[in-house]
């Protein structure tokens, strides 16, 4: 199987797979409205589900755009996949995909979250003005503000927690079959949560979950990344059915850098109120999270959950603020990965408890 894949953020005008169906070991091309005319659904976000009703600070819901198996109206990110082939060799496949032909408009594109939300800058997705995904926040803003007022000092520091490319030492590869006596598909991966797996598979072909069935062998290490339902793996088990045999897939390692889920990507804004003696009298972060071009799976919750948990790190502070904004930018999606939010709050507690000591001339350990 080979994904035919975007190399900019644009408006899809026609995909015609035709000439690609036509060459030799070719089994079969399909694009998104195939899958789209068979009722699947998109990805699940699973937020109403596990969120437990967390809302933006104005009480709106969080934006959640639908993040189907392939591009349908537009190619929002490089190396989204816009179409399948599926031939009898991995040659086959790759020289047949360069025969399926795309119409884009190209509509540029924004790759930094903290312009986003600028005038002007490109609009991912209708359903979520200025490219905002949520707008979120906890802890008591106003007693903050007071406490850093009347601070003997207050250290402030802007910090970059990169994006990360993941990069499992094995890349992804899946196999789904589909059983017509059973009327079961089932998907062989290197997979996280296989049971998870099953049912948001379930979720998006619109069926009972014990007519999917995911199996896993052994496998190495994902640290939140195998977790993810991928497009790769909704659109070989699907392709499957449609064309009545196994259909497998293998991600290359340069694949592999551009539709992995990627991680991190903040930048955090934050300012730690002292006392004359040096104790920490307040704290007020502001991180802006760059999501990528879609809401993967579990990325939204788990951040505000594990940084609100998270954020005062080992010590006692009278007062927090926390404010975190999640944006869409036409770059790989980002989800959970080793320890999300949480690793985020350290770090910037940790700076900025070093930063307060150098500017007061204190021990950091005092």
Known sequence: TQPVTTSWFSNIDSIDAGDARKMPGVIGAFTAKDLLA?????????????????????????????????????????????????????????????????????????????????????????????????????GDGQ????????????????????????????????????????????????????HQHAGNLARVFGIPLDRIRCVTDDVGGGFGARNQLYP???????????????VKWTSTRSEAFLTDSQSRDHVLDGELALDATGRITALRVHSTTNLGAHFAPTIPYSTVSNMERMISSLYAIPAIHLHIEGRFTNTAPVNVFRGIGRLECVYTVERLIAQAAKEMSRDPSA
């Open 232 to 246: 790769e793996y909704i659109a070989i088990t699907w392709a499957a059915k449609r064309l009545g045999r196994p």
């Open 38 to 138: 068979d009722g699947l659904n998109p990805v699940p976000t699973l937020l109403a589900e596990r969120s437990g009703g967390i809302t933006n600070r104005d009480g709106t819901p969080f934006a959640e755009p639908p993040w189907f198996a392939l591009a349908t109206d537009r190619a929002r990110y490089v190396g989204e996949a816009v179409a399948i082939v599926i031939a009898e060799t991995p040659f086959a496949a790759q020289d047949a995909a360069e025969a399926v032909i795309v119409n884009y408009t190209t509509r540029g594109a924004t790759v930094d979250m903290l312009t986003a939300d600028a005038p002007g800058a490109p609009q991912l997705h209708d359903c979520a003005p200025r490219n905002h995904c949520y707008d979120w926040e906890c």
């Open 143 to 194: 007693a903050t503000a007071r406490a850093i007022e009347r601070a003997a000092h207050v250290a402030r520091m802007r910090l970059v927690d990169n994006r990360l490319i993941i990069c499992f030492m094995e890349p992804r590869s899946a196999i789904g079959m589909w059983d017509a006596s059973a009327n079961r598909y089932t998907l062989f991966a290197g997979l996280h949560s296989i």
